[in-house]
């Protein structure tokens, strides 16, 4: 069971929790960050933080079915944007709420920095999920 926390007396957050708590004897995945590559390696939306932000929700989805979760039971994200510009990180947290991201809602933080791993790399996201039981991967 998730219990999301929205702490009274706290700049109420938008689309996301202060805290997530998860009792003990569940499963918890931390993955890596998940990146705007394709199969093939091949960087997706050159120059287009939007369009890797999409891909970057794509291929974290991936991840979370590898192991038996998903969007819905994310519990926390870091949400790395190469930007100083807040438009452009709130079009890329645009992209995070409609993913379903928000639906816990998770913990989140936003992230502006000066350069990811890859070439041309505008976004990345790491993330921390309950893995529910009865879906073992």
Not at 20 to 31: C, P, Y
Not at 39 to 49: F, I, Q, S, T
Not at 76 to 95: F, G, R
Request: hydrophobic fraction near 45%; charged fraction near 15%; glycine fraction near 10%.
């Amino acid at each position: 069971m998730i219990q999301r926390v929205t702490v009274p007396g706290l700049f109420p957050p938008p689309a996301y929790s202060h805290a997530s708590v998860v009792e003990a004897g569940t499963r918890i995945a931390f993955l890596a960050g998940s990146v705007p590559l394709d199969a093939d390696g091949k960087l997706v939306g050159k120059g287009d933080p939007v369009r890797q932000a999409q891909r970057v929700i794509e291929n974290l989805t991936a991840q979370l079915h590898a192991v038996g979760s998903d969007l819905v039971h994310v519990l926390a994200t870091d949400v790395y944007v190469v930007s100083a510009e807040p438009a452009v990180l709130s079009a890329v947290w645009d992209v995070v709420e409609a993913s379903g991201l928000s639906t816990g809602p998770h913990s989140s933080t936003l992230i502006g920095v000066n350069c990811l791993g890859y070439t041309g790399q505008l976004v990345e996201i790491t993330a921390t999920a309950a893995v529910p039981e009865g879906d073992r991967a």
